[in-house]
Structure formats: structure tokens, C-alpha cells
């Protein structure tokens, strides 16, 4: 089974910038859809983002103007590029993948995702 490892995180101050990334130890050609979450402390995990087997992304409301999910040609790498960090995107950030679904799009959104790294926290500042 692939593994995930999230890189990238750390502290940043409001209106920063901070580009996550999701190294996985096998290509994820297979997979159905790719995802980032984050979960704040007291708080359930969300998903921030999805990219499905032919790159259509998708997006949750709070982060859809500011957050971009990507992946390398070589669909090893997964990526969130988050811009104008606020103090409530404080959080640890994971990255998923889906070998079993079928989903594509959107439905990428609500996926039961199996496959997980062990996340990265990410801090802004006001």
C-alpha cells in the first residue's frame, strides 16, 4: 500500500504563504481522487481539497479562492499552495488517497478516504 508523507508545513504570519507538499512512495495513477484535509484542535478534520484521476480539482468553500491542489507529471507529488493565510487556517493539514471509490469530481469531496499521511501542522499568526 502507498505511503504518504506531508512536508512543508511551520509558521507563517496572516497574509502569508505556504506551499504544503505530499510525497507518496508509489506513483498515484490508480488512485480515484487525492485530497487534503486539516483538523484545529477541538475541531473535526475537514477537506480542503480534492484532484481527481484526470486532474479535476475541487475545492470546500472556506479555502476555494485561496487554496490550490496539484499534482506532479509524475504523479508522485501532491500539492496545496495556500495564499493569504488567516490565524483560523491554523491546523494539521494531511494529505489522503482513494484506491476504492469510483468517485471523480466533486464527489471526490465526500470520499471515505483509507489512505493517509501522518500530517504536518501549519501556524499563522495575526
Known amino acids: 500500500q502507498v505511503q504518504l508523507v506531508e512536508s512543508g508545513g511551520g509558521s507563517v504570519q496572516a497574509g502569508g504563504s505556504l506551499r504544503l507538499s505530499c510525497a507518496a512512495s508509489a506513483e498515484t495513477s490508480s488512485t480515484y481522487c487525492l485530497a487534503w484535509f486539516r483538523q484545529a484542535p477541538g475541531k473535526e478534520r475537514e477537506v480542503l481539497a480534492t484532484i481527481d484521476r484526470i486532474d479535476r480539482t475541487s475545492y470546500a468553500d472556506s479555502v476555494k479562492d485561496r487554496f490550490t491542489i496539484s499534482r506532479d507529471g509524475a504523479k508522485k507529488n501532491l500539492y496545496l499552495q495556500m495564499n493569504n493565510l488567516k490565524p483560523e487556517d491554523t491546523a494539521m493539514y494531511y494529505c489522503?488517497?482513494?484506491?476504492?471509490?469510483?468517485?471523480?469530481?466533486?464527489?471526490?469531496?465526500?470520499?471515505?478516504?483509507?489512505?493517509w499521511g501522518q500530517g504536518i501542522q501549519v501556524t499563522v499568526s495575526s
Open positions: 489522503a488517497a482513494d484506491y476504492e471509490s469510483f468517485k471523480n469530481g466533486r464527489a471526490c469531496l465526500v470520499v471515505l478516504y483509507k489512505v
